[in-house]
């Protein structure tokens, strides 16, 4: 490798090295880890764990293991995941004692298939605005995490529990929902307060009033200095991300001669002990699975049957009814080539729309995701023309968020009385089976209680 | 009364929804506090005066001795208890009143400046430690504290110009308009250079600066002498907005003149309400924030402009090729998105179809298109439905894949939450590096927003607990008797979620 190769190289290690400050890794680890030094691995085990955690940090709440097998397993188990396809690598010993290279191939395939540095970047962001997510990703998430510990704590209760003491439990939970929402309430109004009395305060055009954070800078000075400590130490982070960006194909060229390496070593290697006897993988050691998802793939496919044999015999029983209509109309029928026409333009039309329907099965939606800062923009301003339409700035308006969450809101609703029918219709029998009791169900809501209580806005 | 077990699962569900609900409370009263604050009436300080201050007296040698500082002490005591009788003197005289409310601001203040002392080397503050102590408690409660508020700093000497400025400062009450905050401005902006060694003055003259700092940038700029700087004080905020490099040179200019002057930290009571418009943020953290925005927007052109033969698509390639042939074609991510992305197909045609269905019963006499029409749609959609089900074909065979590499071991997990570590949906935003911006119009919209995405985690909760207690409860129910109490309950929690009753009336006709 020429002189100014290697110089730029170790520039582009250097950036990246920048890039993951905090991670604890040097570059100089780099070039030890192509020759698959041992005193490599452990900094790499510890900076795919670090920058794993800090990225998949959200899905997995509970991983705060401090122990060096622990912390292999998952960086396994993520790369697993992911689909990384090295068996190699699953065979590193869990003591972390070799195998630098390995992790440094591994590490190189994450940085370009899942993006791990922008992903870095954004989730140590530091957000000065007032943030709100336009998605339910993350309520979801608390959702689940809570199913998560209920297996994992038992409850110790003693003696017998009174379904009584269950209905008590339940209001108390739908009290402090409201409890919740009434705070929710008065902090999105103190919020807007705040915007409406520092307009014209902020820097960016865009912005223009101040948020929480940064008029509590004004009240209290000494935080600044922190915060733009803060600011400056990313700031210097995405600098040696934009460094990186622009001389990052040195590094694709010399990872090409790691893998060169390792590939001549294991010919080697193959050639000394005839057949590599390690080639199953036994993920159960790291991963604990994906049952998760068998399931629902079950359950899907169960779903999909169901679907397609319902509009089987809906279908079948159509074109019956269809064929005698047609029959019957055949001679009411004058120009044939009208009605020849008249198919033919339906037929387009429906096939359009069902090209539009299998797009929509077999794509991903673009629905809105993650946190935006909070911006109040007057209608009179005429919020479109005081956007800076140059700048590269995504906006989205309020009502279009609005408009998303109802419809969301309607259908888990939907989903929701779903159950409730299917629970009164079991109940409902078992009442009439019992004997000596009437009972007569309480009178049908027209609006929901909740949903007036929380609509009320005005 | 439930068994033991079921009344374990249902107590945790429940118990842990509500222990996630008081959190997010929790939570939310901390931002709330913080925010309540901020609307509330709080005090602006300016913190590089001080330090400008301390700095003063190093240079100057003029550092008060040990003896001296006794005596500030003994002085502090003599002035305490004068203004304690000045006040109860004053609280009952009506007519002075104007006075009063001068000298309160003035002990509302004091302690403020003492607020960034954590910013200076200062040395008068290793000298005069009582004075210290006395003002750090009363940071937490002013008024109450009144009398250790009225302590002397070390340096104590104080200008006649400013002393003259308290005539206006005191003749009117606390800033209320723009205007007479304007005037301020300028009194206050008169150069001060003799020193007074009369205490009782000193105090006079802090509350002569209580009109500039609503003016001035509360962390910025605060003494000018200069009268240049002063006419651009007078011109206002806008203009500051508007030349913020101006700005800036001015400020530093001024920090320069200002090192050779005793500058009093002035601070007063403000409110976001009246003068929230006045604000301006550090100039530090303004080019810090500039920087960081237009490198993040640089970031994120390198992003969209991420192309598929972007560098290293070789080594990839490359690398790929040498994956082990018993791994499985598709990774647990893709076949989880791919999962995903099938139900949701699912769940629309299902409704597509549920809508055909109502139409129909709807409409009984179609004209022969429109049925025609109807006909081919369902036939498209029956298309659409065998080609999901070969793809998931191919994934159920994938998942198999997967399963068989785990050796069975997952299936002994119970629940599913606690195998799969990736069972969260992920936010699919990570990583785009926009710093997007939501713009709302009005006070209910955020009001909405806020409700509705609350409505919705409850859903999802309530869901969650609906379907837990489905399962748990409704066995209990089979047995050969069920008490009318236990099916009441029952009744309450699984169909009304908790909200109404049924009635149950006792029909013995034997009797």
């Known amino acids: 490798m020429s002189r100014a190769v290697n110089g730029r190289l170790k520039e582009a290690i250097a950036s990246l090295c920048r890039v993951l400050s905090g991670l604890g890794i040097n570059p100089e680890t780099f070039r030890q880890a192509k020759f698959n030094r041992p005193e490599a691995t452990a900094e790499f085990w510890k900076l795919l764990y670090g920058l794993l955690k800090k990225v998949c940090g959200a899905r997995t709440s509970d991983l705060n293991d401090e122990n060096i097998d622990a912390q292999i397993r998952f960086v396994k188990s993520v790369l697993w995941y992911y689909g990384y396809g090295i068996l190699d690598f699953y065979h590193l010993p869990y003591d972390g004692s070799q195998g630098s290279r390995e992790l440094l191939l591994a590490f190189s395939w994450l940085l370009h298939t899942q993006h791990v540095l922008e992903k870095l970047l954004e989730a140590n962001k530091i957000r000065v605005g007032d943030e709100i997510s336009v998605c339910m990703c993350d309520t979801i998430k608390t959702v689940r995490c809570k199913s998560k510990e209920e297996t994992a704590l038992p409850f110790s209760q003693r003696g017998e529990t009174d379904i009584r003491y269950l209905q008590w439990l339940n209001g108390k939970l739908r009290f402090c929902w409201r409890t919740l929402h009434t705070a929710k309430l008065e902090e999105v109004a103190v919020l807007h307060k705040i915007h409406l009395y520092t307009r014209g305060c902020h820097i960016d055009p865009n912005i223009n009033h101040l948020s929480v954070t940064e008029t509590d800078l004004l009240r209290q000075p000494e935080n600044c200095n922190k915060l733009v400590k803060l600011l400056e130490s990313e700031n210097s982070r995405l600098k040696a991300y934009l460094e990186w960006k622009r001389v990052e194909s040195v590094y694709w060229q010399w990872m ?141 308006k309020a009502t279009e968020v609005l408009s998303e969450l109802r419809r969301k809101e309607v259908k888990l609703e939907k989903e929701f009385k779903k159950l409730q029918k299917e629970c009164r219709k079991k109940l409902d029998e078992i009442a009439e089976s019992m004997d000596g009791v009437i009972c007569i169900p309480p009178i049908k809501k027209e609006i929901h209680i909740e949903k007036s209580g929380k609509g009320n806005l005005t | 009364m439930l068994p ?102 003035g002990v509302d203040k004091k302690p403020a400046p003492r607020n960034s002392a954590g910013h200076q080397k200062s040395t008068c503050k290793e000298r005069t430690p009582k004075s210290i102590t006395a003002t750090s408690t009363s940071k937490t409660s002013e008024p109450i504290k009144k009398n250790s508020c009225y302590l002397l700093k070390a340096p104590y000497r104080t200008d006649p110009e400013r002393k003259r400025t308290r005539g206006v400062a005191t003749s009117r009450l606390p800033s209320k308009g723009s205007k007479s905050v304007g005037r301020g401005a300028v009194k206050a902006s008169v150069p001060h250079k003799t020193q007074v060694s009369n205490s009782a003055d000193k105090l006079d003259l802090e509350q002569g600066c209580n009109g500039p700092e609503v003016m001035d940038s509360p962390v910025v700029e605060s003494v000018r002498e200069d009268s240049k700087v002063t006419k651009k004080l007078l011109k206002g905020p806008e203009k500051n907005l508007d030349h913020p490099a101006e700005e800036g040179l001015a400020e530093s200019q001024t920090t320069q003149r200002n090192s050779k002057e005793n500058a009093m930290p002035p601070s007063h009571i403000f409110t976001l309400k009246e003068q929230g418009v006045t604000l301006r943020l550090p100039l530090s953290y303004r080019t810090a924030y500039v920087k960081n925005a237009s490198l993040w927007e640089k970031s994120y052109i390198y992003q969209k402009n991420r192309a598929e033969s972007a560098p290293g698509m070789q080594f990839i390639q490359r690398i790929q090729a040498t994956f082990d042939s018993v791994m499985p074609a598709v990774s647990p991510a893709m076949l989880e998105e791919e999962v995903t992305c099938l139900t949701n197909g699912y769940t629309f045609m299902h409704q597509k179809l549920e809508a055909e269905q109502f139409v129909e019963e709807d409409t009984d006499v179609l004209s022969w298109e429109d049925e025609y029409s109807r006909l ?75 409700a509705l995405k609350l409505r919705m985690q409850v859903l999802h909760q309530q869901l969650a607990i609906q379907k837990v207690l489905a399962s748990e409860l409704l066995p209990l129910l089979d047995s050969e008797y069920v008490q009318p109490l236990f099916y009441r309950a029952i009744y309450t929690l699984l169909c009304e979620a908790g909200e109404q009753f049924p009635v149950l009336i006792r029909d013995d006709l034997s009797d």
Request: some cysteine.
């Open chain 2, 4 to 105: 033991t077990d079921c009344a374990q699962r249902l107590l945790s569900i429940l118990n842990r929804a509500q222990e996630d609900c008081t959190e997010q409370k929790k939570q939310l009263e901390e931002h709330l506090s913080i925010s309540r604050t901020l609307i509330g009436k709080w005090k602006i300080n300016v913190p590089g005066n001080p330090k400008q201050e301390a700095s003063n007296e190093n240079e100057h040698g003029d550092e008060p001795s040990p003896e001296e500082c006794r005596d500030l002490e003994l002085l502090n005591k003599a002035l305490a208890k004068a203004l304690r009788i000045r006040e109860s003197i004053l609280a009952t005289g009506s007519k002075v009143q104007g006075d009063a409310k001068g000298i309160e601001k």
């Open chain 1, 256 to 396: 090409e001669s790691v893998l060169d390496c390792k590939l001549e070593e294991a010919r080697s290697l193959q050639l000394q002990n005839s057949r590599n006897e390690n080639n199953t993988l036994q993920i159960a050691e790291f991963c604990r699975g994906n049952v998760h998802t068998i399931g629902e793939v079950e359950k899907l496919n169960n779903n999909l049957v169901r679907l397609h044999d319902e509009l089987e015999e809906i279908v079948s029983c159509k074109k019956v009814l269809w064929n005698e209509k047609v029959k019957a109309r055949e001679k009411e029928l004058l120009n044939m080539r009208e009605f020849c026409a008249t198919v033919m333009k339906i037929e387009q039309e429906v096939k359009k729309k069902t090209e539009d329907l299998k797009y929509h099965c077999t794509h991903i939606k673009t629905e809105m995701h993650g946190s935006y800062r909070l911006v109040f923009k007057d209608d009179k301003a005429g919020f479109t023309k005081s956007v800076n339409r140059q700048s590269s700035v995504d906006v989205i």
């Open chain 2, 376 to 450: 081919l749609t369902l036939e498209g959609l029956q298309n659409v439905v065998s080609h999901c089900l070969l793809k998931l074909q191919e994934l159920l065979k994938a998942a198999e894949v997967h399963m068989k590499m785990d050796y069975g071991d997952c299936s002994k997990i119970s629940t599913l939450a606690d195998c799969a570590v990736f069972s969260e949906p992920k936010c699919r935003v990570v990583g785009s590096m926009t710093s997007p911006l939501l713009f709302y119009s009005s006070v209910q919209e955020l009001k909405e927003m806020a």
